[in-house]
């Protein structure tokens, strides 16, 4: 799905100068409620002193998990990443790595003996380590110059996969971009697209997957060749994988040219002993993460059948290596697969989606491609299969951050493995999320959700905070954002709104095909009458004492309600779209304004002139201050989208604040930058709300 969204992927306690109002409310009303006795409400400090627990890996025998968990320090402005075990059947968890460099990316050999990571340690970049299960140092076991990452087990224990970045052969950008690097000049001469992506300037080079043997150190490129693998955009969970015989690779790549303009990833075929790669998927819609099955006769990998489209759903596709057919598995659910997982006897699949706000785990069978839906009303991120049908999940909720959980059979009952934030949680009043349904445009059922305040009483008024989400093609979930985190908004005191409008998924793929070339539409509505919905719901929530806030597309909603509705006391914008064309002509994924749209801005230039926020019909009505934030490094919707809100509102003498982080992208990763954030969009809603 599109990361125009702000998602979908902690810590100290920095110095900082007078505390903000906004921050100084949360501090007050800690002070002056009984429940603050015993728990307060949340904070950034809080929110960045969480431990970042990641997806599970299971050893072979299904006895033990390795995981990651990140922390930050947000006094030195920088994270940390180690390796932790603990037993399926309970107990204490352990500490596996140390070292002063992140350590992640843990995968168990196929006999459980060893645990190939990703680590920082040797100082030389990322490399792949080894280390013995049995006791004994990690051995590092790659030297690649630009760092080796994303280690894959061949079945037999003997080799690795991993990806690293190289020159390739025959290539005119490669080569100038090399001479330029090796010179003095910080010049850089393009003549295609995409010449930048995300947060980074293309600089020629390309991932590659190599195999390690681990016997001889020996490596070979796989993937040769001026395309990356994984792909530079688009791909899935895992965009390369070992038959089990270990004679081929399937792998993911994208030829199409220009790259800025197509969705057409590809499952190849290649022989590890060498030759050139086949084509197994010809659609010219987004094919990724290709998996062989146990048993070797099958491939399964992730679907869509709309070129151009990159949030069409996608399907599990399993291909018979000895029938040579394909067979779209899941194409009767309406649900968009994100990830999945082979049972042990190559039957069947288990696999996840976005099941309305919450993740749900699915079971489909090879033989009749019955599905069964094996959670629900519950969000589940990464997962791994026990040997005996049970599944380890990373879970969280609103109130809850993420830890992992064993899925006891038949039923999938909760059990619960980790409490890596159980001390600092204990301590906070975070609230749950309360769901509602309403009528959205054309009747439309349409799903919100509302977080209450800390210390909450039905017997008060309290002013509201309006969020949309990101995407378009995203949704509000029943998890624990560690951005924009539905807890960290409600803490001063506020109730924090959240609709799943059109465009949302989850819930089908029309629903959320109802936002393209609609941008100001039908979600406008939907927009409006769940937040109606939810003032004559709750009694207790103030509507003449709201302000609205949103990032990307939820950043453009921001900019289009300024010119729309006076009903907001304030707005906050976080790199958000203000000028679809200037969009059009800097963002680096051109696909997506292209099908948004309907065209280019010649081809369609209507659609365009029609949804744009700064358009003079618009900014007339310009009135609410809006405080406007934005990423120096935000390829995806360029910086100067936030600048030409901020100079429209100071000349039209409407009050406007431009908050700048030069070394920030589409998100803000950085603790001390994500403090900064905080305490200002606290200020400038302690500035509105009484």
Do not use: C
């Not at 050999?109 to 060893?114: A, E």
């Not at 995203?474 to 924090?496: K, Q």
């Not at 939810?534 to 004492?545: I, V």
């Amino acid at each position: 799905m599109r990361t125009l969204r702000l998602l979908s992927r902690p810590q100290a306690r920095p110095r900082v100068s007078a505390p903000l109002a906004g921050l100084a409310v949360v501090l007050a009303l800690a002070a002056a409620t009984p429940l603050a006795a015993q728990q307060r409400p949340m904070t950034p400090r809080d929110l960045w002193a969480m431990g970042r627990v990641g997806a599970p890996a299971l050893s072979p025998d299904g006895r033990t998990v390795a995981y990651t968990v990140t922390r930050y320090d947000v006094d030195a402005n920088k994270g940390n990443t180690q390796i932790w075990v603990v037993p399926t059947a309970g107990g204490s968890a352990r500490q596996l790595t140390t070292s002063a460099g992140s350590n992640s990316s843990p995968a168990w050999s196929p006999d459980g003996t060893r645990l190939a990571f990703v680590s920082t340690r040797g100082g030389d970049g990322p490399q792949i380590y080894v280390m013995p299960m049995g006791g004994g140092e990690a051995e590092v076991v790659t030297h690649m110059a630009e760092g080796a990452t994303g280690p894959v087990w061949s079945a037999d224990g003997k080799k690795l996969l991993f990806i690293t970045q190289v020159w390739p052969k025959d290539d005119s950008l490669a080569a100038r971009m090399k001479k330029l690097r090796e010179g003095k000049s910080s010049a850089k001469i393009y003549d295609h697209l995409m010449y930048r992506h995300w947060t980074e300037w293309e600089d020629g080079m390309r991932s590659h997957v190599f195999l390690l043997d681990l016997a001889s150190g020996e490596t070979r490129d796989l993937t040769p060749g001026p395309y990356d693998t994984p792909p530079i955009a688009l791909g899935g969970f895992q965009d390369y994988s070992l038959s089990p015989d270990g004679s081929e690779l399937a792998f993911v790549r994208n030829t199409d040219v220009p790259t800025a303009v197509g969705t057409g990833n590809d499952v190849w075929l290649v022989p590890t002993a060498g030759g050139e790669p086949t084509l197994l998927t010809e659609s010219k819609a987004n094919d990724v993460s290709p998996v062989y099955s146990p048993d070797g006769r099958y491939i399964a990998y992730l679907g869509m059948k709309q070129p151009g489209h990159e949030s069409d759903r996608a399907r599990i596709v399993v291909y018979d290596r000895q029938t040579k057919q394909f067979n779209w598995l899941t194409e009767p659910l309406d649900r968009s697969v994100d990830e999945f997982a082979w049972t042990p006897d190559s039957k069947a699949l288990v696999f996840s989606a976005q099941d309305e706000i919450w993740h749900s785990l699915y079971r489909v069978t090879l033989a009749d491609g019955k599905v069964q839906q094996l959670t629900r009303g519950a969000y589940n991120g990464g997962f791994a299969l026990a040997p005996n049908g049970d599944i380890v999940a990373a879970r969280q909720a609103t109130d809850l951050p993420t830890e992992l959980f064993v899925l006891e059979g038949p039923k999938y009952t909760a059990r619960r493995l980790t409490h890596t934030n159980d001390a600092l949680v204990s301590q906070l009043a975070l609230q749950p999320a309360d769901t509602f349904w309403f009528k959205g445009a054309a009747n439309t059922q349409v799903q919100g959700m509302i977080v209450k305040p800390p210390a909450f009483d039905a017997s008060k008024k309290y002013p509201v905070v309006f969020l949309v989400h990101g995407g378009p093609q995203g949704a509000w979930s029943d998890i624990f954002h560690y951005r924009w985190n539905a807890n960290m908004f409600s803490a001063p005191g506020y109730v924090a709104v959240l609709i799943n409008p059109r465009g949302s998924t989850g819930y089908g793929q029309q629903f959320t095909n109802e936002i393209s070339r609609d941008w100001g539409g039908k979600v406008v509505v939907d927009l409006m009458n769940g937040l109606d919905y939810a003032l004559r719901k709750y009694p207790f929530m103030d509507g003449n004492n709201m302000v609205a806030a949103g990032a990307s597309y939820g950043g453009y909603m921001m900019n289009w309600l300024e010119g729309h509705t006076d009903r907001f006391k304030a707005i906050v914008t976080h790199d958000g779209v203000s000028d679809p064309v200037a969009m059009y002509g800097a963002t680096e994924e051109l696909w997506f304004p292209e099908w948004e749209f309907n065209g280019t801005p010649w081809s369609n230039p209507s659609l365009y002139e029609k949804w744009d926020p700064l358009a003079p019909a618009n900014v007339k009505n310009f009135k609410t201050p809006m405080l406007i934030i934005h990423g120096g490094m935000d390829y995806r919707v360029p910086l100067e989208n936030g600048l030409a809100m901020f100079t429209t509102l100071r000349r039209l003498g409407i009050r406007a604040r431009l908050l700048y982080f030069p070394d920030e992208g589409h998100w803000v990763l950085k603790p001390a930058n994500a403090m900064v954030w905080w305490e200002t969009v606290y200020g400038w809603m302690a500035d509105y709300l009484k």
